[in-house]
Every structure is written in structure tokens, then in C-alpha cells.
Nanobody, 124 residues
Framework: QVQLVESGGGLVQAGDSLRLSCAAS????????MGWFRQAPGKERQFVVA????????AASDSVKGRFTISRDNAKNTVYLQMNSLKPEDTAVYYC?????????????????WGQGTQVTVSS
């Protein structure tokens, strides 16, 4: 089992930056690719960014490419999501997830472990 706890969400204004953290415990953190997903009210959970087991590869959705960056610190069992130039359409609950697949999986069903989510609200 892997337990994931997100933190760092909040209310910000358009154009601001925010950094989310996800602390993992349980099994060996570096065995897992990590991803961030988000879900807005009434919408499906969607892929945001992912990072491979040792951070050598990252992937981002087109909607956040160039604004959001994922990173990880395997020594601290933590993955981060740096969000810059935030927009109102970025408002959602953000979830951290762990996957046993290699590289940077993008599908919800590729991830077996999920955090409880943290709310990010961007006002215009």
C-alpha cells in the first residue's frame, strides 16, 4: 500500500503561482511513477502532469504545458506541482496519484493509489 497526502491548495488570483506537495508513505517511493490529476465540479478527472520513477521523464497536458511543472524528491518521498500563471479554468480539486507503470502514464486507470485531493481555486 502507498498512502498519499496532498497539501498546498488554496485560493489565489489569476496570474498567481502555487505549489502543491504530495507526501508518500508505505512502499518504496522510487518504484512508482507519480502523477497529478484534477477534477472540476461536474467534470471527469483529467490528467495534468506525470513524472517517471527517477524524474528523468515528465509529461504535461496541453492545457498546462509551459505553466505547470512536476518534480520529485525521492529522498523525501515527495512529489511537487509548481503552478504558474494560474487561470480561473485551473480551478479544481487536485489529486496526487502513484502508478506501478514505467515512464509517465496519463490514464486514470493506470494509477492504483490516490490522495484525498486538495482544492485549488483561481479567481479572476
Amino acid at each position: 500500500q502507498v498512502q498519499l497526502v496532498e497539501s498546498g491548495g488554496g485560493l489565489v488570483q489569476a496570474g498567481d503561482s502555487l505549489r502543491l506537495s504530495c507526501a508518500a508513505s508505505g512502499r518504496t517511493f522510487s518504484n512508482y511513477a507519480m502523477g497529478w490529476f484534477r477534477q472540476a465540479p461536474g467534470k471527469e478527472r483529467q490528467f495534468v502532469v506525470a513524472i517517471s520513477q527517477y524524474g528523468g521523464t515528465t509529461a504535461a497536458s496541453d492545457s498546462v504545458k509551459g505553466r505547470f511543472t512536476i518534480s520529485r524528491d525521492n529522498a523525501k518521498n515527495t512529489v511537487y506541482l509548481q503552478m504558474n500563471s494560474l487561470k480561473p479554468e485551473d480551478t479544481a480539486v487536485y489529486y496526487c496519484a502513484a502508478s506501478s507503470y514505467y515512464d509517465t502514464p496519463r490514464r486514470v486507470l493506470d494509477y492504483g493509489y490516490w490522495g484525498q485531493g486538495t482544492q485549488v481555486t483561481v479567481s479572476s
